[in-house]
């Protein structure tokens, strides 16, 4: 018995110009910005990443669909390199090659083929692999290399903690915010991308530059990154408002980390987020909130991937809730 049924639907049927390859390519070219710059910046070490993940993670979807699925492969659509792409952009430049291929394993094998493949799986791909190293390998997970320009070498490299991580740690040790920020990169540098850091966290203006091109041709909506930056712009500017001293000011928690990464690359995934433009609002303001809180009053410095693998788990709630009515209906 063949299992493999047509679904019909009712109408309307709604075509358009664009296809599951040319989406996934929109969203790599989208990433080339921050790529050259994380190449100027961290060299070899930026390029070694990115190819290991992204062979690694077509590498490991080819397997299992060959030998597991016996199915036709999908490799060629996309979703594996660009998943490999957005992990690479998730962890140090330094990652040794062992951890670089597990996340990618954890990435493809346990968070997309295990449930059935794209278009199926609840979470972000790329950020269960990210949360997964960060848990098991925190110490080569928070070892992030400093920038040197054009070094392109494998020697090894001073590191240091991030900016988060500096006011982090600063503010543990009874440091007030106005002190920690002398000896914190500033914001120029932050939003050019002089700075440590993941691939995806150095340089703000090289991600809206890809940014802008997604929404050009329409690949995102500007509901999932404009409620997302807005609530962490508006609750951390509260808390700022609030006690100056203990929490940092709305424009830091917007250049640093990975906010701009998270709320233009990764929280706007068709798979993985809400499917109305109302949910959309609900599904950032959700991420936004997590990630103030998370940065503000929890363990680690970054909580941009905890936010959005959290609301991910919500969005079968969100889409019940924003069902939209029947075509036809009054």
């Given at each position: 018995?063949n299992?493999?049924?047509?679904t019909v639907s009712?109408?309307p049927?709604?075509h358009?110009p664009?296809?599951?390859d040319?989406?996934m390519?929109?969203?790599?070219?989208?990433?080339i910005?921050a790529?050259?710059?994380?190449?100027i910046?961290?060299g070899l070490?930026a390029?070694?990443v990115?190819?290991i993940?992204?062979l690694?993670?077509v590498?490991f979807?080819?397997?299992?669909?060959?030998?597991?699925f016996?199915g036709?492969?999908t490799?060629?659509?996309g979703s594996?390199?660009?998943?490999?792409?957005?992990?690479?952009?998730?962890?140090?430049?330094?990652?040794?090659?062992w951890?670089i291929i597990?996340?990618?394993?954890?990435?493809?094998a346990?968070a997309?083929?295990s449930?059935?493949?794209?278009g199926?799986n609840?979470f972000?791909?790329?950020l269960?692999?990210?949360v997964?190293?960060l848990?098991?390998f925190?110490?080569?997970?928070?070892?992030w290399?400093?920038p040197r320009?054009f070094?392109?070498?494998?020697?090894?490299a001073a590191t240091?903690a991030?900016a988060?991580?500096?006011l982090k740690?600063?503010?543990?040790l009874?440091n007030?915010?106005p002190?920690?920020?002398k000896e914190i990169?500033?914001y120029l540098?932050?939003?050019?991308?002089?700075?440590?850091?993941?691939?995806?966290?150095?340089s703000a203006?090289?991600?809206?530059?890809g940014?802008?091109y997604l929404?050009?041709?329409k690949?995102?909506s500007?509901?999932?990154p404009?409620?997302y930056?807005?609530?962490?712009v508006?609750?951390s500017?509260?808390?700022?408002l609030?006690n100056?001293d203990?929490?940092a000011?709305p424009l830091?928690h917007?250049?640093?980390?990975g906010l701009?990464?998270?709320?233009?690359y990764?929280?706007?995934d068709m798979?993985?987020?809400?499917m109305t433009?109302?949910?959309m609002?609900?599904?950032?303001f959700?991420?936004?909130?997590?990630t103030?809180l998370?940065r503000?009053?929890?363990?680690?410095?970054e909580g941009?991937s905890?936010?959005?693998?959290?609301?991910?788990?919500?969005?079968p709630?969100?889409?019940?809730f924003?069902?939209?009515k029947?075509?036809?209906?009054?």
């Amino acid at each position: 018995m063949n299992t493999k049924l047509l679904t019909v639907s009712p109408s309307p049927h709604v075509h358009g110009p664009n296809s599951t390859d040319r989406i996934m390519l929109d969203v790599i070219i989208a990433l080339i910005p921050a790529l050259i710059v994380s190449l100027i910046f961290f060299g070899l070490w930026a390029l070694k990443v990115t190819l290991i993940a992204v062979l690694s993670c077509v590498l490991f979807e080819y397997l299992i669909q060959k030998f597991l699925f016996k199915g036709v492969s999908t490799v060629r659509d996309g979703s594996a390199a660009l998943s490999g792409l957005l992990l690479a952009f998730n962890v140090p430049s330094s990652l040794p090659v062992w951890m670089i291929i597990i996340g990618s394993f954890v990435t493809i094998a346990v968070a997309k083929m295990s449930f059935g493949g794209l278009g199926k799986n609840p979470f972000n791909p790329a950020l269960v692999g990210r949360v997964f190293l960060l848990i098991c390998f925190p110490v080569q997970m928070t070892n992030w290399p400093l920038p040197r320009v054009f070094n392109f070498s494998f020697s090894d490299a001073a590191t240091g903690a991030t900016a988060l991580g500096k006011l982090k740690e600063g503010i543990l040790l009874g440091n007030t915010v106005p002190e920690l920020m002398k000896e914190i990169p500033s914001y120029l540098n932050l939003f050019l991308g002089n700075i440590n850091g993941s691939l995806g966290e150095i340089s703000a203006l090289a991600l809206l530059l890809g940014a802008a091109y997604l929404l050009l041709k329409k690949i995102i909506s500007f509901h999932i990154p404009l409620s997302y930056i807005l609530t962490v712009v508006i609750f951390s500017g509260i808390l700022w408002l609030s006690n100056g001293d203990r929490f940092a000011d709305p424009l830091f928690h917007l250049l640093s980390g990975g906010l701009i990464l998270g709320a233009f690359y990764m929280a706007t995934d068709m798979v993985t987020s809400p499917m109305t433009p109302k949910g959309m609002i609900i599904f950032g303001f959700g991420c936004g909130i997590l990630t103030v809180l998370i940065r503000s009053f929890g363990a680690y410095p970054e909580g941009v991937s905890f936010a959005i693998l959290i609301m991910n788990a919500t969005v079968p709630l969100i889409n019940n809730f924003c069902k939209p009515k029947r075509f036809g209906d009054k």
